[in-house]
């Protein structure tokens, strides 16, 4: 799976949700605006992996809203809840998509 892949699944997400998304804007992967909410900005990769949680927390630093969208682990291994442990405490949503479903 590509990270363009995801694209279209996390689009769909939010905009579900009243977002208006916009890809590649600046740094970011994808941004969601929704008035008079702060943007919210997604990280689109392959896998859920220290380089990525780097570059959400570098995106925190202009963002408030920062979530990962990586594909649906097969297996949730003792390495995954680590990490998204991880990730709860740095104050960083992670979506998983699979197919066309998208889980926050």
Do not use: C
Request: hydrophobic share 50%.
């Amino acid at each position: 799976m590509l990270e363009a892949d995801l694209y279209p699944a996390v689009k769909a997400f939010l905009e579900a949700q009243g977002f208006t998304v916009k890809a590649e804007i600046g740094p970011a992967d994808v941004m969601a605006i929704r008035d008079p909410d702060p943007p919210v900005i997604v990280e689109l990769k392959t896998a859920l992996n220290l380089p990525l949680i780097l570059q959400g927390v570098a995106r925190q630093s202009l963002f408030a809203d920062v979530y990962l969208a990586v594909p649906h682990p097969a297996k949730w291994t003792h390495r995954y809840r680590d990490l998204t442990a991880l990730l709860r405490r740095l104050g960083l949503g992670l979506l998983t998509v699979k197919g066309e479903t998208v889980e926050a």
